[in-house]
């Protein structure tokens, strides 16, 4: 390993001791102490990946360029480069991170470019990113609910239901509505009180992780909730259990499509 990580300074010329020695601080830095006598055969996804990191960086480059560099590893392994890639932060170094996952580019970059069907769509620090995502297309990779309907006044008609909105400054005709998952409520009885929208309907999907319970609803809106574990044992229900869903008219967003 240690080799290895030294490999493109010995291609640019630098001695073998110095190559070895830079080697070596890096992996220090990188949390790969341990791995300069090791066999690269022998390291795990994790391991290879720290390894790979430090042959990048051993040679100080002023930019690097990580295309999908967390997709083939498991979840713990994935945990520690994400942290290792977040501490790697150099006014001197520009990173590029090519990633299909939301989540990375949310919690990773500085600012995300958002590509679709080869054109570049948005561009954003991640919170303009997340509040005002530019189309469906940003949406919907975003986990955000995009939703296509018709306008008229305070009133989203979606084909199969209608839900009131609050204030906007979209004109009436097509536009795309953002219900964001962590805006609708569940209740097991139909609930009382403020939500103007309100709506009966089944649970498709459950998916526990990450401290969150995230709901795949059916029909008449099929759209994802997120719920706090305790808050989804409440509805006492199981997938394609029936529960009543709400949301307030304020939280859903209405731009023009």
């Known amino acids: 390993v240690g080799d290895n990580v030294a490999f493109g300074l010995r291609a640019r010329g ?17 949390g790969g102490r341990d791995l300069s006598e090791r066999m690269p055969s022998s390291l795990s996804g994790g391991e290879a990946q720290t390894v790979a990191i430090a042959r990048a960086l051993a040679t100080e480059p002023s930019v690097m360029l990580f295309d999908e560099p967390f997709a083939a590893l498991d979840a713990s392994a994935r945990a520690h480069a994400r942290r290792l890639f977040s501490s790697m932060r150099s006014p001197s170094t520009a990173r590029l991170i090519v990633t299909h996952d939301a989540v990375e580019a949310l919690t990773l970059a500085d600012r995300i470019v958002v590509v679709e069907s080869g054109s570049v769509v948005q561009i954003g620090t991640p919170s303009e990113v997340l509040a005002t995502p530019r189309s469906h297309f940003v949406a919907e990779i975003l986990g955000l609910n995009p939703l296509s309907g018709q306008l008229r006044g305070d009133e989203l008609s979606l084909g199969t239901m209608s839900l009131t909105v609050g204030a906007h400054g979209a004109d009436d005709g097509d536009v795309i509505a953002i219900v964001r998952p962590r ?5 097991r009885e139909r609930p009382e ?30 759209i994802a909730v ?13 997938p394609d259990g029936e529960v009543w869903a709400s949301v307030k008219a304020s939280e859903i967003v209405v731009q023009p499509a």
């Open 14 to 30: 630098v001695r073998r001791r110095r190559a070895r020695e830079r080697a070596q601080e890096v992996l220090d830095v990188v």
């Open 183 to 187: 805006s609708v409520s569940l209740h």
């Open 193 to 222: 009180g403020s939500p103007r929208n309100v709506w009966q309907t089944t649970i498709d999907a459950v998916d526990r992780s990450d401290g969150r319970v995230r709901v795949q609803l059916g029909t008449p809106l099929p």
């Open 226 to 238: 997120e719920v706090t574990p305790a808050g989804f044992d409440a509805l006492a229900t199981e």
